[in-house]
């Protein structure tokens, strides 16, 4: 009765653990910039202030580039201590998150990791490329990936140490090759739909907007990089958008203007922000080997981006009744 009871108890601890990782992941969308920078503020009253204005130097004036470039600043600032630590197990089992590889990978080559859908958060672009929780290095050996997020959340103090830490960098054209150029095996992950994707986020819907989105076709072409479709099956299901039709309004506005939209949602738990507890399979498929070009015309990267297109129905055809669509369900392209 007493180990029962002991053994009730360490699962309790456990769902704890789980709910409190996964809350501090999705305040962090919202607290990324305002907690650091007030914690900071803060610190100017004390008589660490020294240490903070160093800090803000040093940021403002040798580091800030390093974020997506390692041509200038210790970029390689990335550490497999954080990448591994025991917490994002938790964050893993709260969904839980699955990674599945379909074919091997050459370490000797550059992969570009294509995440589709985004989703509200694109919980599995973080759960699979930004930590070890699901065994990335495992599946894939001699391969680093270096995952790419948008340019303004480097902009924080303090969060962007921890996201360089878990080898996240900014998803800006130089950005993007700079992490391409470290050498053999160097990857990145990225989410071509982006944003956009967001506004199209439903459960139970297969939805992707990469219809005019080529630039990932072109990086792709100008470093010889191979792309590699990746599926995330339940990506969708985490959230609900707004029913409500001036939000959507409000988003869309966002989207068109600034690049990026404040994340409107309905979850489950915790005033609705918590994500639903749906199984994520995140499934890698067969690369696309495209031809290494320095200037790619316009009509070689819609070639490419057609190929892709199929490369990713493919994908998604051949593992979506066993993820959850019925046989009849099609991928779209928005």
């Given at each position: 009765?007493?180990?029962?009871?002991?053994?009730?108890?360490?699962?309790?601890?456990?769902?704890?653990?789980?709910?409190?990782?996964?809350?501090?992941?999705?305040?962090?969308?919202?607290?990324?910039?305002?907690?650091?920078?007030?914690?900071?503020?803060?610190?100017?009253?004390?008589?660490?202030?020294?240490?903070?204005?160093?800090?803000?130097?040093?940021?403002?004036?040798?580091?800030?580039?390093?974020?997506?470039?390692?041509?200038?600043?210790?970029?390689?600032?990335?550490?497999?201590?954080?990448?591994?630590?025991?917490?994002?197990?938790?964050?893993?089992?709260?969904?839980?998150?699955?990674?599945?590889?379909?074919?091997?990978?050459?370490?000797?080559?550059n992969y570009i990791f294509c995440y589709h859908p985004h989703g509200v958060f694109a919980v599995g672009?973080?759960?699979?490329?930004?930590?070890?929780?699901?065994?990335?290095?495992?599946?894939?050996?001699?391969?680093?990936?270096?995952?790419?997020?948008?340019?303004?959340?480097?902009?924080?103090?303090?969060?962007?140490?921890?996201?360089?830490?878990?080898?996240?960098?900014?998803?800006?054209?130089?950005?993007?090759?700079?992490?391409?150029?470290?050498?053999?095996?160097?990857?990145?992950?990225?989410?071509?739909?982006?944003?956009?994707?967001?506004?199209?986020?439903?459960?139970?819907?297969?939805?992707?907007?990469?219809?005019?989105?080529?630039?990932?076709?072109?990086?792709?072409?100008?470093?010889?990089?191979?792309?590699?479709?990746?599926?995330?099956?339940?990506?969708?299901?985490?959230?609900?958008?707004?029913?409500?039709?001036?939000?959507?309004?409000?988003?869309?506005?966002?989207?068109?203007?600034?690049?990026?939209?404040?994340?409107?949602?309905?979850?489950?738990?915790?005033?609705?922000?918590?994500?639903?507890?749906?199984?994520?399979?995140?499934?890698?498929?067969?690369?696309?080997?495209?031809?290494?070009?320095?200037?790619?015309?316009?009509?070689?990267?819609?070639?490419?981006?057609?190929?892709?297109?199929?490369?990713?129905?493919?994908?998604?055809?051949?593992?979506?009744?066993?993820?959850?669509?019925?046989?009849?369900?099609?991928?779209?392209?928005?």
């Amino acid at each position: 009765m007493l180990t029962t009871i002991k053994h009730l108890i360490s699962l309790a601890e456990i769902e704890h653990y789980k709910r409190g990782i996964v809350t501090i992941f999705v305040l962090s969308f919202f607290c990324a910039h305002i907690v650091p920078s007030v914690f900071l503020v803060l610190l100017m009253l004390t008589p660490l202030a020294p240490a903070v204005i160093l800090y803000m130097a040093w940021l403002l004036v040798f580091d800030w580039k390093s974020s997506y470039s390692f041509l200038f600043g210790p970029s390689a600032r990335r550490s497999e201590y954080c990448r591994t630590a025991r917490m994002w197990n938790y964050f893993r089992d709260f969904f839980p998150v699955t990674l599945i590889k379909t074919v091997d990978l050459d370490p000797a080559r550059n992969y570009i990791f294509c995440y589709h859908p985004h989703g509200v958060f694109a919980v599995g672009v973080f759960a699979n490329f930004a930590t070890e929780a699901t065994g990335f290095s495992e599946l894939f050996p001699g391969l680093t990936i270096w995952c790419m997020t948008m340019p303004v959340v480097f902009a924080a103090p303090v969060m962007r140490e921890w996201l360089m830490l878990l080898g996240a960098r900014s998803v800006t054209t130089l950005g993007c090759r700079s992490m391409l150029a470290r050498g053999k095996g160097h990857s990145i992950a990225l989410v071509p739909g982006g944003t956009r994707d967001m506004l199209v986020a439903e459960p139970g819907e297969a939805k992707t907007a990469i219809r005019d989105r080529k630039g990932f076709v072109r990086l792709a072409l100008e470093n010889g990089s191979s792309l590699v479709p990746v599926y995330g099956f339940g990506e969708n299901d985490l959230y609900d958008r707004p029913k409500s039709s001036f939000l959507r309004r409000f988003q869309q506005y966002c989207t068109n203007k600034f690049g990026m939209c404040y994340p409107f949602f309905q979850g489950d738990e915790l005033a609705r922000m918590l994500p639903r507890r749906r199984p994520l399979h995140t499934v890698v498929g067969a690369p696309l080997d495209v031809p290494h070009v320095e200037n790619p015309t316009k009509e070689t990267v819609e070639h490419w981006h057609t190929i892709y297109l199929e490369k990713l129905t493919e994908l998604f055809d051949e593992h979506k009744e066993k993820y959850g669509y019925a046989a009849d369900k099609e991928l779209e392209f928005v």
